[in-house]
């Protein structure tokens, strides 16, 4: 697949239509950790642009906690390169444990593909902000869905897994699980500076 920006269009279209074949064409390019990560590092900087536009013609933009975080492109850039690697760190360590197949630079490489699909997506919700507020919400609610949805279907490809309610099911388990050692975490280092974690 060559990497202008017409082919990469034709292929994200693609993938949105068949997400398993659009992965597999991915894969089969044979791309190493160096470059899935150069990748990844250009969405997350795509993403941060295109965010930081969206928040500044969003309802939003009045929040004072908002704006601490996409007011500031350099600390969104950091948190959404944070992100992304430690989505790929985790599709590789969480499907190898269920005996997946496949390798850390496939897990990189996928997930900047679907950050990629996304930043798309990004585009049109620029566009919509301009257009009835309904369709900005509707392309919300389809942007989490198609998340969800090519997430699913990249690491059923990447690992060799059939089933997609099992990996929806490791999808969940795994998101509950960082979210509670982030939490506690927390509340360890809260607790060390002397603050209240009751009020956490």
């Known amino acids: 697949m ?3 920006p017409k082919t990469l269009l034709h ?11 659009g992965a597999r064409a991915v894969l089969e390019m044979g791309l ?6 150069t990748a990844l590092l250009l969405m997350a900087v795509c993403s941060t642009m295109l965010s930081s536009v969206i928040f500044l013609y969003s309802p ?6 908002l704006a601490k975080v996409f007011g500031n492109p350099v600390l969104l850039a950091a948190v959404q390169v944070a992100v992304l690697a430690l ?5 590789h360590v969480v499907g190898r444990r269920f005996d997946g197949k496949g390798d850390l630079a496939g897990a990189v490489v996928l997930t900047a593909w679907l950050e990629f699909v996304l930043v798309l997506l990004q585009v049109m919700q620029l566009v919509s ?3 009835p507020p309904v369709i900005a919400e509707a392309l919300g609610l389809l942007g989490f869905v198609l998340f969800i949805w090519l997430l699913v279907e990249f690491i059923k490809e990447l690992h060799g897994f059939a089933s997609a309610i099992k990996v929806l099911f490791m999808i969940l388990a795994t998101f509950l699980a960082t979210l509670f050692a982030i939490s506690l975490l927390f509340a360890v280092v809260l607790m060390a500076l002397g603050g209240d974690v009751t009020n956490v």
């Open 2 to 4: 060559s990497m202008t």
């Open 87 to 91: 989505m790929a760190l985790v599709i």
């Open 32 to 37: 190493s950790l160096q470059t899935g990560l």
């Open 60 to 65: 939003m933009r009045d929040d004072p906690e």
């Open 129 to 131: 902000l301009f257009l």
């Open 11 to 21: 292929a994200a279209l693609f993938t949105v239509k068949d997400p398993r074949a």
